[in-house]
């Protein structure tokens, strides 16, 4: 069974203070690796796709990294408005094209 | 820009109702999709549907059904609401397998 795990749960940043979030599976045939932001109360909203191992895509202040076995979302000096839970998905190639979301990571970004 | 649009942010429903979600999407896309989202829980995937007419159970589909008579239009019916339904549910669309989601805004039901 395809496994999404995100780490850590929480995480709390003073302004300005780098950090990274992880998100590390176990599937086989990796077909895509999404991030996203969600903000209480919303939907979630599209960040970045990652689809293999050494790719690296950027916004703004986020970053996201994939290896074989996990991405990481790198978050360079961050401000209040970065807080938000994020999370990743990740699609296989094995039958159906749904992906597997994690549990996601919630972040705040103290001022 | 484009949008996924829901037709209620907030609903309170009587247990035993029917009730119904509308989702809209204005991108064309092949796909929609109908989760739920709990705390602890996460994303869970009720219905999905690559084109018209056609459904696909997800991983909870027991107590809700869907409807797609356009391909703009995703509906999602709680045949009879019961409180393990209040929940936050989430449409979704996308071009393709390949694609990201594009989320509508949610709506939160409270069943009473």
């Known amino acids: 069974e395809d496994q999404v795990t995100q780490s850590p749960e929480a995480l709390r940043l003073q302004e300005g203070e780098s950090s990274s979030l992880n998100c590390s599976y176990t599937v086989s045939g990796l077909r895509g690796l999404f991030w996203y932001r969600q903000d209480p109360g919303k939907g979630p909203e599209f960040l970045f796709t990652?689809?293999?191992a050494g790719e690296e895509k950027e916004k703004e202040r986020l970053k996201a990294t994939l290896t074989k076995k996990e991405s990481f979302l790198h978050i360079t000096a961050p401000k209040p408005e970065d807080s938000a839970t994020y999370l990743c998905a990740v699609r296989t190639s094995g039958g159906s094209y749904i992906p597997t979301f994690g549990r996601g990571t919630s972040l705040i970004v103290h001022p | 820009d484009v949008k996924v649009t829901q037709s209620s942010r907030y609903l309170v429903k009587r247990t035993g109702e029917k009730v119904f979600l509308e989702c809209v999407q204005d991108?064309?896309?092949?796909?929609m999709f109908w989760y739920r989202q709990d705390p602890g829980l996460g994303l869970r995937l009720i219905y999905f549907?690559?084109?018209?007419?056609?459904?696909e159970k997800g991983d909870i589909p027991e107590g809700y059904s869907v409807s797609r008579e356009k391909k703009e239009r995703f509906s999602l019916i709680l045949e009879s609401a019961s409180t393990n339904q209040t929940s936050m549910y989430l449409c979704?669309?996308?071009?393709?397998?390949?694609?990201?989601?594009?989320f509508g805004s949610g709506t939160r039901l409270t069943v009473v």
């Open positions: 990652l689809y293999s």
């Open positions: 549907s690559y084109d018209v007419k056609m459904k």
């Open positions: 979704a669309s996308s071009l393709s397998g390949s694609y990201g989601y594009t």
């Open positions: 991108m064309d896309h092949e796909n």
